[in-house]
């Protein structure tokens, strides 16, 4: 338990020293958490029987849909031990999302957690809502950040858990603060609400510009001035257009080849995006190296992928790694002289066109994936070339202006968390709201609750001794 020095509100606790008020203590989770404990090892069950089986995954964006959350079947006497109730913290203990905690409110159905989770159950000294605001707060993230552990990936156990250090109020400043702290983050909800609505607008905006471009309205204005420049438009494949090529496949062999060249994976490859901070290189013969060398406008579309949204995602290569090759689970597309390839690179982006990729990608199978023979025959219009141009320029003129506004956007969104963690530093410091001299300091709630437990122990202790001599006549 922390200690603290009234002259000076400065505690101790678990090696941190942090300035707080007189009335408060630091202490650690494991002093104030009635239990820790470890998620139930059972496999999710397709009947709907038995209780709900909480999941890592079934959290998301700090809530459960408990209609979604499957069943599972347990031991009658494993549901005490493994059940949830209202007001336990629940932890994720490994993964992307390890140290997220989830508070359990209102009511909920008959439920147990799964093994990568673990449910703390407090003591009647914090007020839950107060204790899952501090495992949203910087300072418990740094500890977080510090105690986490892994060879393959991070983690946090129960021991690391028990260790954390948090800032203890009066019960009853405690809920003051989290009475202001849900006034000001409600203010903070709507005011970034509205930002993400902005930013989903400038997405459809986008899309309705793409969707006009190859409609030809976009360039109406274009084609009344310049009579003598325009084509009718016609639909061409993209083999009548492009060289359509596969890339380099994978194998241990390639590892005895002398030259060796960079190439891009799936994973450098998105929408209208290229990611290039990861580089691997791949043993290739002189004939390959020459046949997947990429050039400058070359464009590259994905082969496949798990989800059919991702399948056929398209971007232009930029040129910015030399004598770059590409694997065979991307496509490439090289324009020939008839066609602008940010054009058709917009066009593959709009919605029509995502539609025609999505349906060639389908298959008797039910499973979607492209190939070169099916990207080949995929469906682009065409225009005259000065048209092409002229739409290129001006969706990227467009596109520029909507860019800069979804920076603006998420910039604004960025300072919005970062006023909530100011809001969470002041809270878990004593600053955010005054304290009330007439409250129970923390020492006394916490010296109460240490009583209260020694007694129920000893009481406990009675009841066994009393229990023990039947148990051993029974045995007889």
Known sequence: ??????????????????????????????????????????????ENIGPHFLRITDIQDGGVDWSTVPYCSIDHRDIAKYGLITDDLVFARTGATVGKSFLIRGEIPKSVFASYLI??????????????????SGDYWRQISDSSSGIGQPNVNGTKLAALRLPLPPLAEQKRIVSKIEELFSELDAGEESLRRARRQLGVYRQSLLKQAFEGKLTAPWRKRHADLVENWSWLTLHDIAAVTGGLTKNSKREIFPTRI??????????????????????????????????KGDLLIVEGNGSLDQIG??????????????????????????????????????PHGRELIEKQAAS??????LSVSKVQRLPVPLCSLPEQREIVRLLDEQFTVIEQNERELDAALKRSAALRQSILKKAFTGQLVPQDPTDEPASALLERIRKERETASGNRKTVEKGRRPIRERRGR
């Open 1 to 46: 338990m922390g200690r603290c020095r009234a002259d000076s509100g400065t505690c101790w606790g678990g090696g941190g020293v942090s300035g707080i008020p007189s009335s408060w203590i630091e202490t650690e989770l494991g002093q104030v958490a009635d239990s820790i404990q470890y998620g139930h090892t059972a496999k999710s069950s397709s």
């Open 119 to 136: 449910r703390v159950r407090l003591t009647a000294a914090l007020a839950p809502q107060f204790t899952y605001y501090f495992f949203q």
């Open 313 to 350: 995602r398209v971007a232009m290569w930029d040129g910015s790694i030399p004598d770059c090759g590409h694997q065979n689970h991307l496509i490439r597309a090289r324009c020939n002289e008839i066609a602008d390839p940010g054009f058709v690179l917009m066009f593959l982006l709009s």
């Open 364 to 369: 008797t199978s039910g499973l979607h994936t």
């Open 262 to 295: 960079p190439y891009l994976r799936v994973a450098n490859v998105y929408a209208n995006e290229l990611r290039l901070d990861e580089i691997k290189d791949i043993g290739v013969t002189p004939e390959e190296a020459k046949k997947v060398r990429l050039a």
